[in-house]
């Protein structure tokens, strides 16, 4: 007889899903989300519902074995929790290994990057950019982290050729742990972003409290885009040529070192399909303005991190079965 295994949705886990809700509701009201008392209490009692309503819903899933995202993320969680532990423990330090600065290079490469960036664009083409510094590191720190993610999580699948033909381990915890690995270089580099807000005089809100919201979408995002070209590089390796041509195209289109307004209305299309423009325009408006973003940049940013993830595991699933063939 076929032992049963272990329920991933117990009480504990139903009271920590809830512990998150509420923590991520604090969150927000420290940072001035809700405007009004009666604003605030609506979208917490709906929130609550829709939430409560999920957690429910996985535990009937799992009651009746069907099939969801949700829960296949938390069973993989907690069944390959130390195996996703030592690989992203592995990338970090493979990363500065025999490096003598380390991980102060995690300081250094923003502040550097910064610092060429200022004196490029402030001096010899005269940016107007109130704080070009902070705006500069607030948008360069997170297209970095995106695209050094997605370029370490491309070969994901075939660097791991050895592990996938000979242990079985869901085949997405690789490029996913890719990510998580280059997230820490992510938080590390916010600390250089808070040291050149101190030096500028940039005031230190509340709205920084949203810093946990943005950078958790971002990671989804990222996951999304890595997994769709993890996958498009085991059948296609010239996909990593063609991310760097991407990114690079990217990176121009998205407004890091110059100002949004300069770009014509006719190509401002570009910036509202451009999801890393409305992720990092939601960073500069806690940073630099202090405040919390309207409710339509929380969409678009939780819309664009939803999709990505969506399309990014329907590419996964339909080809992980035929990685084995060409890796």
Known sequence: MKAKSKRIITNHTVINLIIFYIITIGLFW??????????????????LILWSAYIFYLRYAEVKEKKSIGLNILRTGRKYKFLMKQLV???????????????IWSFLNPLSMMIVQYIVFSTI?????????VYL?????????????????LNAIVGNASLITKVY?????????????????????????LAVMLITKEPLTKALFLF???????????????LMLSAAMVFFRDTLF??????????????????????????QIILKVNPMYHMIKFVRCIVMNGVSPQPEEFG????????SLLIGIFIFKKTQDKFVLYI
């Not at 990217?250 to 100002?259: C, E, S, V």
Request: glycine share 6%; proline share 5%.
């Open 137 to 153: 590191l607030s948008g360069t720190i997170f297209f970095n982290f995106f695209t050094e993610a997605v370029s370490q999580g």
């Open 30 to 47: 420290i940072a001035g989300t809700f405007h009004t008392v009666k604003h605030s209490v609506f979208i917490i009692f709906c929130g």
């Open 169 to 193: 381990v869901p085949k997405y915890v690789y490029p996913t742990t890719k990510v998580l690995s280059t997230s820490i270089n992510l938080l590390i580099s916010i600390v250089p972003l």
């Open 212 to 226: 946990p919201f943005i950078i958790i979408v971002l990671l989804i995002f990222t996951i999304g885009v890595t």
């Open 300 to 307: 678009a940013c939780i819309l664009s991190a939803a999709i």
């Open 242 to 267: 063609l991310w760097g041509i991407l990114s690079m195209i990217w990176m121009y289109i998205t407004p890091l070192f110059y100002p949004e307004n300069i770009i014509a209305e006719n190509f």
């Open 89 to 103: 423990q592995r990338d970090f330090k493979t990363k500065y290994k025999r490096s003598v600065l380390g991980i």
């Open 125 to 133: 083409f005269r940016s107007d950019i109130e704080n070009f510094p």
